[in-house]
């Protein structure tokens, strides 16, 4: 299968492991990319010189490609950046900010520049900042969200209709049928980052990848909309963030009750009552902890045999 | 195209017009089934005998199957009930409560009976009560919504895993691209709602459709949740609404801002600012008001383009 999206990052098949936070350092991401795909790593949860070393390691363990993704919401971002242009990197995923603030910079380092959108204005945004890609993610993704509330059903369609760059879609996708699906509204690749969460290599913690086994519909909600919404996996933590909020808690009051390092605390740590468990809704529908790779290859063989299915209709 | 749905209708596309408050009379029902799909005549927005017109004025405006919603969460559905068994009502799509409540008296009197849903947990329920299809319907639908938020992307697969009843999507869809995305996540029928409050035929006030055609994505929001949850268009009253909520207004003071009537003020009248505007999220990407069978049409010839497309991939 060659597409816009396979082109792009030069890999076999337009699935992107998504870069996250605590769950994707560089066994993830190079098991990924050995199977196909983009395997990213997430920069977010680490300091420059755990992201070296991660580069590092990811690239003695792949010789196939492989991203980095960087939030620009942090202080340090600069620094991140600083580590990226050294040593090289050629693919980097931005998001939770500005691409007018990086894309020329990185793109003057001959990298391939994709950032991470949740509205049609923000879409509209990268093509004007000369972004190589779109990821568009839903209302249904895990982690932090846009504020729009659009789910991918009706955000792919609109950011196609108006927007001419590779769309990759995001949230909801994790299966070789929502990978069908997100290529009939218009997307040329995937991202998923639940689904990969949910495989030997990720970082995330043994007792979370098990709860979220047992998680069904209705176990995360979209939180903390005051200060920066957060899809959270329902425990002792977001409730109580819950109730703060039905009772009207300001974003000041909210992120005094967050503190620091909630989120290592639940997804590294594991402690799945006191912290902050960040997953999309499609959790309810994973049954299993896989390989990476083996995923990849589900993920593909699935998607076939529905293009087919529906190829009879 | 012949399948579950379309046998269990007996009509020509799988294809169901919501039925919706103060938008789906006779008028748009007829059209709709006249073009080859299902219309449905929304009875949450009539008196017992204002339905019992709108049945007579379909049967003469149409001879093939069309059916009633009916939510279930009204003080006169028994008065609804006994106009539709003394009308001989064929086909009856009931929501917003509980499946066992109608399902085996109407069963009784010979009719199909569709359960909107939600949720698995209420998919479920369904399969127990005996009803003969179900409609699942994602967190971007417009009107009342489920209180878990899940998606369409997620939620039909969810369902589909696990319930061998024929499932129509609905939430998110508008188009033949779309339709056939929920095929691909494993659905047999779509029904749209947004898309066919903007026909010539739908009863929403000219205001209301006019206002759709500017909207953009962020402009509906799940609201009202600590009463029942509902997809408001932002105005004055939403404005209004969120303000409280934000503040942790309580149902009874949410109750009591809302009083009476405020549907038919919005939707009806086209009191655009103080009225309440339920609509999907997918209001985003519709821009043209056509007739409700040119819309039937233009939906399958997209979706077969689309198949196409895909088959060629």
Chains 1, 2 share one sequence.
Not at 105 to 119: I, N, Q
Not at 120 to 147: M, P, Q, T, W, Y
Not at 163 to 176: D, E, H, K, N, Y
Not at 233 to 242: C, H, K, P, T, Y
Request: aromatic content about 6%; hydrophobic content about 45%; glycine content about 10%.
């Amino acid at each position: 299968m060659e597409n816009w999206i396979t082109r792009l990052f030069d890999i076999r098949y337009p699935i992107i492991q998504a870069g996250m936070i605590w769950c994707s350092g560089w066994k993830l991401a190079a098991a990924v990319s050995n199977a196909g795909g983009l395997g990213l790593i997430g920069s977010a949860s680490m300091n420059p010189e755990i992201l070296e070393e991660h580069i590092r390691k990811c690239r003695a363990a792949t010789n196939k490609p492989f991203g980095v993704n960087v939030p620009l919401m942090f202080s340090y971002t600069e620094e991140i950046m600083k580590v990226l242009i050294r040593e090289k990197i050629k693919i980097v995923f931005t998001s939770a900010g500005n691409p007018s603030l990086w894309t020329p910079r990185l793109k003057e380092e001959g990298m391939t520049v994709v950032h991470v959108v949740a509205s049609l204005k923000s879409a509209r945004k990268c093509a004007e900042s000369g972004v190589d890609a779109i990821v568009a993610e839903g209302f249904e993704a895990g982690g932090h969200n846009g504020r729009e509330e659009t789910t991918t059903m009706t955000l792919i369609p609109l950011i196609r209709k108006s927007v001419s760059l590779p769309l990759i879609a995001a949230g909801g996708i994790a299966t070789g049928r929502s990978m069908l699906a997100a290529f009939a509204l218009g997307a040329e690749g995937v991202q998923m980052g639940t689904r990969f969460v949910m495989t030997e290599e990720s970082s995330a913690h043994p007792g979370f990848k098990k709860r979220i086994l047992e998680s069904k519909d209705g176990d995360t909600t979209l939180m903390i909309k005051k200060l920066a919404p957060v899809r959270l996996l329902r425990n002792r933590f977001s409730e109580a963030i819950g109730q703060m909020e039905a009772k009207g808690a300001s974003a000041g009051e909210l992120a005094e009750f967050l503190g620091k390092g909630r989120a290592m605390r639940g997804m590294f740590e594991g402690d799945l009552e006191e912290g902050e468990l960040e997953i999309g809704q499609v959790s309810a529908l994973l049954d299993v902890i896989r390989p990476a790779g083996a995923v990849v290859e589900e993920i593909m063989k699935e998607f076939n045999e529905a293009k087919n299915e529906l190829t009879a209709l």
